[in-house]
């Protein structure tokens, strides 16, 4: 069973940063492509980032370029998201998410059907 635990949200001023990491279990991490998502309060869950599983692949919405880095680490099975200068907007639950890359080493999708397995989530909350 694929189980996906994601950790390192909490409370942080604006301009601040944030590692975000994802623990991926039950099957092996190399061959699926990985994603972080967020939802605020009343809004739909949003793409931020993905990352294939080769080649280093990226994909990252508007919002987030320049600030936002994806990587991950296959020895450990961990995906990060490392969050830079952070807004008050930024602040959501952040979930991530895994899928099988069938069509090769360079997929990612910023499409949340796409992704079969997700986590709890973690919240991050910017403050003003």
């Known amino acids: 069973q694929v189980h996906l635990v994601e950790s390192g949200g909490g409370l942080v001023q604006a301009g601040g940063s944030l590692r975000l990491s994802c623990a991926v279990s039950?099957?092996?991490?190399?061959?699926?492509?990985e994603a972080w998502f967020r939802q605020a309060p009343g809004m739909e869950r949003e793409f931020v980032a993905g990352?294939?599983?080769?080649?280093?692949?990226?994909y990252y919405a508007d919002s987030v370029k320049g600030r936002f880095t994806i990587s991950r680490d296959n020895g450990k099975n961990t995906v990060y998201l490392r969050m830079n200068s952070l807004k008050p907007e930024d602040t959501a639950t952040y979930y991530c998410?895994?899928?099988?890359?069938?069509?090769?080493?360079?997929?990612?999708?910023?499409?949340?059907?796409?992704?079969?397995?997700w986590g709890q989530g973690t919240q991050v909350t910017v403050s003003s």
């Open positions: 990352i294939s599983w080769g080649e280093g692949n990226f």
């Open positions: 998410a895994s899928a099988w890359a069938e069509v090769g080493e360079s997929w990612v999708s910023p499409q949340q059907g796409e992704y079969p397995y």
């Open positions: 039950g099957r092996t991490f190399s061959r699926y492509a």
